[in-house]
């Protein structure tokens, strides 16, 4: 039988342990499910807790199947986002966990003052800003943002109150100051310079010069990258607008076709864009 014990201080991690007798409650219930533990989420685990006090409620011969019900419910919470979002805040709230059980304090916040419960969150916002979990790599404010936003999640969801939001999307005054702090300590942007037209006319040039097809065929393909794949704002706009004087449309419609041995073929159509008062 399968029961998920939280260690008394409740911070670690909770450890798979077997107990024999009636009072487990959770007694093979994590295997009735389908997938097995292997799909427990982190929610599960934290309101693992509260969960034993309310079956402990309920007679035994109604527990496993409430038991069940708890179940269900917390993988659905699991499965209401998508993979990836679960997985970064799993990630950060691995990193805070570890970060509380050095500090000494509970995760959760569970009976822990306001002002130890600030220091902890903003300690541990530092820590990411500074890269510790990046492998001291730069990191931005962003990922300050995230980790926050982790923590404050999982505890919501664990049936908490999160101390990091005053309100909806409204850090308290404390956290807000310090993410400004980081914001405007964050190195500036690097401008990315615009490609010129004339590279790749360059380029078609010099395969036109040349006697080899492969040159002549990369001049092509880069024309096209150029037109068709960097400039998408000219060709995703309407199709007629005036811009500095001049009148762009589309007027025709390439189409590159390629034939296979089976006699499919596939057509990749654009559109030509050009650029003339007279068009």
Request: hydrophobic share 40%; net charge positive; aromatic share 8%.
């Amino acid at each position: 039988m399968l029961f998920l014990k939280i260690r008394k201080n409740q911070v670690g991690q909770p450890l798979i342990t077997n107990i024999e007798g009636t009072k487990n409650g959770m007694a093979d219930v994590a295997s009735r499910i389908p997938g097995g533990t292997s799909k427990l989420t982190i929610i599960f685990q934290l309101t693992l807790s509260f969960a034993a006090s309310f079956l402990g409620c309920v007679p035994l011969a109604k527990r496993v199947n409430i038991a069940h019900d708890c179940l269900s419910a917390w993988r659905a919470m699991g499965d209401g986002v998508t993979a990836q979002n679960t997985k970064d805040r799993q990630k950060y709230w691995q990193h805070w966990s570890e970060y509380c059980r050095q500090v000494k304090i509970d995760p959760m916040f569970r009976e822990t003052s306001e002002r130890f419960v600030l220091l902890a969150v903003t300690s541990f916002a530092a820590r990411v800003w500074a890269g510790y979990y990046g492998n001291r790599s730069v990191v931005k404010v962003q990922s300050v943002t995230k980790a926050l936003a982790a923590i404050s999640k999982t505890i919501k969801l664990a049936g908490g109150k999160s101390p990091i939001y005053a309100d909806h999307g409204v850090y308290t005054t404390p956290i807000q100051r310090m993410i400004e702090g980081f914001r405007r300590q964050d190195p500036s942007a690097v401008a990315q310079l615009a490609v010129p037209v004339e590279v790749a006319h360059t380029a078609v040039e010099a395969g036109l010069l040349s006697s080899e097809t492969k040159e002549q065929t990369i001049g092509d393909l880069i024309c096209i990258a150029f037109y068709y794949l960097l400039r998408v704002g000219e060709y995703t706009k309407p199709r007629t607008v005036t811009r500095n004087g001049k009148k762009v449309r589309a007027t025709c419609t390439v189409q590159f076709t390629a034939g296979y041995g089976s006699g499919t073929k596939m057509a990749m159509p654009f559109s030509i864009m050009h650029h003339s008062k007279s068009c």
